[in-house]
């Protein structure tokens, strides 16, 4: 049952715009938005990917946003196929200007073919292109015109939605529950003002400047069980399914969404998320919650991380069960708050004082999010260690559609265990699991334990005998090395063996998959590997190795002092395999599959057809 | 209804609790130490209180009065310099069956986690937080503290230090705290008193308390110890009994009255400064989760996430 009011449908027949115009099937169109911030072109992408995954389509959408507190250019980017979607498109198919400035900054992005739906009331196109079709309508005047009254030209995202709606005849009354579903909870002039420019948009008469139109192939027979959302939300409730109930953070982009939402959403489970009064406190207070017995979470992005290091190494010294999130962005410093980058992965590993050994996951897709909290929280309890995710700025913004998870059979839910410990309890035995004794527990043996960050012994008593700082280091490193006996080795994409193996981590999935199947069409052999468990990596990777010529790790971020990024640096240094190569960027952009396919060309000259 | 299903203890009758069941190591503090009168009060307190063994969790910092937690035989955690507050703030926030008690000096409290202390208290968060101020910094062998008064010498500041100190009552009643009190160690009695009336009061309570450190700065605070010639003063509290000079007392709700008394020259008064009730973070975080739970339909977790996904179709 929706929660929300659902006006009544409106009962007048809109005809829409195409009318007349000749269709044609297409099975997968990446249309891109460009306008500024304030437009609300990421509402009407949002509303395009969640149609799509109501629609038995595939979808993944991209975005940038200014860091800016309010207005700058902005773009968003949506694809939708009737197969699956691995990347949201190199180029696009059609493109959306709202201004001069977003035509001359995106006209070039547009392949070649492609159709330019531009502002007629603020764009000069160039119509002399022969490149592009140009598509000219008056989205602010005929918005004004639609609304009336005093919203100016606030509702021409809505127009813009009603157009797309009708050049792609998408589905009318699905877009319309969507969008009532949006402002339900707003006054009803905002939902009427909204309905009134879609429809607008899609009533309009589009055979003088069109001449076809385009029919999305349905895909996918799986509607009922299909959502779509973005990284972080799937990430967010990918924690409470694992039974993540207290957690601690500070706001930084693009992490924040995650505690916002925990903030709101834990309290309902039982538990709740304090925004604390820095990085810091959130770690210490997220420690403090684990040390209480409850697993909990803490996050940010690079610089916050920085400043929980202190304390996560205690983490890893007491052995308490925790999860830290980092969303990656740009760095370093403040540097590009609002883009992708990976370069956070040594931090994440080795970014603390003395030897840390820790756990360190990364999702691939927007799913995946869902899924690598569960494995996290899964880690972190077995193993009673902190567990580091990995995720970055475009997973975290971009909208993916994807199966229901089984949530019956995946939800965990928390057990506080406060029944006394026996006389044989020791936290830190050398030849087993870690044990920890919550406080409120009875210790029958009538000595209590000190969890301390001083090196100890098995009973957690402090201690600096020389064997003893040995045989723990070896102990907690030891922890990780069982964990990676029982990961299984990693799948390979494509072919099996052969010329390029192509390894990734992250959000890298999806263009990589994409340039395995460019590259495959064109008979090169070609293979993937992606890690999901970067510390401890997954076993069996040295055999698939042997097996490809060539190795290239795909990563966003430099490529450092000796030509290889940050994954191609430990690959290099756990298997001493001169094969590994990088293939880096810093753009703060995702990966295009054209670079993937160039970057491989460097060094071996493949030909793409 | 979701919520953390707790495996709880089988009924127990729990033997009396002495001072010899809460006694763990021999304190590792130098001979002299104000910190072994803390430590000896304490433990008179929680006797007194009786307070369930397993419920006391004491959480300390880095310093050498940090290292509480060894000396008391009860659940404790010995974390990292400055941010014992936090992490307490994450044990008495999720676990409301729990006695916590903070124990820290004036660098770990005052200058490395001087930001949490504001929030801490400035959030009320049930605890007590006990402050062993002694001017220096002792663990690493004489630097000049926050609470070192100027021309004090030090490693850091050899011909005498330059910096205003904090004050540490003005500074724990403008960030918030609700309960706030001046000890001294020599003063067993005293001192007792006060961390019995910290532990009572619901919210955060903290208790400063001078405690001497024999080996760095020794003598700092015998004008506060009648045994050293000094004075040890205490605060006229308002008694509400109707007498003619009641009102010249002081009413440790009126936050203007602790200010003043803070100002007093050296050594100053000894008492509760300041003592109001205001809600805890704890309740408030409770209600709120109440309020969520409620609003949402008091559903199980299943129900709220499938519910969760539905509103992503």
Sequence with gaps: MSDVATPPAPTKQIVAGNTGLKTEQVEDAVIRFAGDSQDGIQSIGGMLAKLAGRSDRDVMTYMTIPATISGGASIFQVRLASGDVLSSGDRADFLVTFYQHSYDDHIDSLREGGICLYDSDHVEPDESDPRFTFVGVPLTSATVEAIGGSAKDRGKNMFALGLICSIFNLNRAKLLEIIRRQFGGKHESVLRNAELAFDAGFAY??????????????????????????????????????????????????????????RVELPRYGGTFIQAEDELGAVSMALGFAYSGHLSVTGSSGPGLSLKMEALSWGTMAELPLIVINVQRGGPSTGLPTSVEQSDLMQAIYG????????????????????????????????????????????????????????????????????????????????????????????????????????????????????????????????????????????????NDGEVLLVGWGSTYGPIREAVDRLRKDDHKVGAVHLRHLHPMAPGLGDIFDRFNHIFVVEMNDEGLYGQGQLATLLRSRFCNPKIQSICKTDGLTFRIREIIDGIDEYLAIEEV | MATIEIKEAPPFEAPELTKKALKADHPTWCPGCGDFAVLASFFKTVEKLQIPHEKIATIAGIGCSSRFPYFVNGHGVHFIHGRALPFATGVSLSRPDLNVFVFGGDGDGFSIGGNHLEHCARKNVNLTYVIMDNFVYGLTKKQTSPTSPIGFKSKTDPTGAVDQPINPMKKLVSSGATFVARTHAAQVKHMTAMFERAINHPGFSVVEVLSECVVFYKGSFDEANPRKDGKFELIDEKQDDDSEDDWKRHDVSDQNKAFKLADEPWPGKFGVFYEVERPTKNTLEKNLMAAAQKSSGNKSSIELLTKRFEKMR
Aim: glycine share 8%.
């Design chain 1, 352 to 495: 603390s004082h003395g030897d840390t050994p820790r756990v360190v996951l990364a999702p691939q897709d927007v799913e995946d999010c869902f899924y690598i909290a569960l494995e996290a929280a899964r880690i972190a309890r077995k193993y009673s260690v902190p567990v580091f995710v990995l995720s970055d700025q475009a997973l975290a913004t971009r909208i993916e559609a994807f199966e229901l998870p089984d949530l019956e059979s995946l939800v965990v839910d928390p057990v506080l265990d406060l029944t006394p410990v026996d006389d044989e309890f020791k936290p830190y035995p050398l030849d087993g699991f870690t044990k920890h004794a919550p406080p409120g527990k009875r210790i029958d043996a009538g000595k209590y334990p000190v969890v301390t960050g001083l090196e100890h012994d098995e009973w957690g008593h402090p201690t600096a005998k020389p064997e003893l700082h040995v045989q723990m280091t070896a102990r907690r490193r030891d922890k990780l090395k069982d964990l990676e006996k029982e990961l299984s080795p990693p799948e390979v994409y494509g072919v």
């Design chain 1, 205 to 262: 008469p589009l055979g003088d400047v069109l001449k076809l139109a385009y029919d999305m192939k349905v895909g996918h027979s799986k509607e009922e069980h299909r959502v779509a959302t973005d990284g972080n939300t799937a990430l967010t409730q990918g924690l409470i399914a694992a039974g993540v109930r207290y957690g601690a953070g500070y706001p930084i982009t693009p992490w924040s969404s995650i505690m916002e939402g925990l």
